[in-house]
């Protein structure tokens, strides 16, 4: 929306500012506009640009984090699959029988 709102006002103050050239012919005018409409276009490709700058540092750090965590599941994954079977049964007993008095 801000950028949106910067290029309306460009195009209104050169619209404002437009009484200031002397065009003698169409040509110099549509030249002109196409040169004005360009600017306006690469510099609104600039202001996008550093408007989702933030966004893409964070989404990185994001991605990078992940990456990291994923890694460490996978080595906790393939470490869990090396216990014995027989480890794990005596880990799924209860630790304390109840006495049969």
């Given amino acids: 929306m801000v950028l949106s709102l910067a290029i309306i006002a460009l195009v209104l ?17 549509i030249q002109a506009l196409e040169a004005s409409i360009s600017s306006v276009v690469f510099i609104g490709a600039a202001i996008l640009f550093f408007v989702s700058w933030e966004n893409r540092i964070k989404r990185r750090r994001a991605l990078k984090a992940i990456h990291e965590l994923r890694a460490l599941a996978h ?3 393939m470490h869990s699959r090396r216990i014995p079977r027989a480890i794990l049964r005596r880990r799924a007993r209860p630790l304390h029988r109840p006495s049969a008095r």
């Fill in 13 to 29: 103050l050169m619209l404002v500012r437009i009484h200031q050239f002397q065009f003698n012919d169409y040509t110099n005018f």
């Fill in 75 to 77: 080595i906790v994954d």
